[in-house]
C-alpha cells in the first residue's frame, strides 16, 4: 500500500468517527431538546390550572360571604372545598412557599364556615391572591429558565 491509499483510509476513518459523534451528539440533543420541552408544556398546564382553580376558590367564596346574593349554599360548599382539595394537592408539601397558599386557603375556608366579617375574609381572599400571584409568577420565571436549558 502506497501513502496516498494510507491517506485516503485515515481521511476515511476519521470521517467515520467525525460522522459518528455528531450523530451522537444530534441524538442526545434531540432527546433533551424534547425532555425540556415536555417538562415546559407540563409546567405551563399546572401554572394555568392553579391559576383557574384559585381564581375560582376567591369567586366561589366571595359568593358564600355575600348575604345578599341568593344561592343554593350547598352548592356553593361542595364546589369550595372540592377547589380547596385541588389547590392544595397542586403544591407540593415540602416547599414553605407551597405551603403560606395552603395555609392562607385553610384559613379562609375556616373564616366562611365561621361566618368572619366580611373585611377580614376580603383582607384573606386578597392574600391569597397576592400569594399565588407571586408564586405563580417565580414559577413563570423557572419555566423561562428551563426553556432556555439553564438548570433552575
Not at 92 to 102: G, L, S
Not at 104 to 117: G, K, P
Request: proline share 3%; aromatic share 4%.
Amino acid at each position: 500500500m502506497d501513502s496516498k491509499d494510507q491517506i485516503a483510509l485515515v481521511g476515511i476513518a476519521v470521517t467515520l468517527v467525525v460522522s459518528v459523534a455528531n450523530l451522537a451528539y444530534s441524538l442526545w440533543s434531540n432527546k433533551r431538546t424534547a425532555f425540556v420541552n415536555t417538562v415546559t408544556a407540563s409546567r405551563l398546564k399546572w401554572i394555568d390550572s392553579l391559576r383557574d382553580k384559585v381564581s375560582e376558590f376567591i369567586a366561589v367564596t366571595s359568593r358564600l360571604a355575600d348575604k345578599g346574593l341568593p344561592c343554593d349554599k350547598g352548592t356553593l360548599l361542595l364546589q369550595r372545598d372540592t377547589l380547596l382539595h385541588e389547590i392544595v394537592l397542586h403544591l407540593n408539601p415540602n416547599d414553605a412557599e407551597d405551603q403560606k397558599i395552603k395555609v392562607a386557603v385553610d384559613q379562609v375556608r375556616v373564616d366562611t364556615d365561621t361566618n368572619a366579617s366580611p373585611g377580614k375574609l376580603s383582607d384573606e381572599l386578597t392574600q391569597l391572591r397576592n400569594a399565588t400571584s407571586n408564586y405563580l409568577k417565580k414559577e413563570w420565571n423557572r419555566v423561562k429558565k428551563e426553556s432556555t436549558g439553564t438548570p433552575s
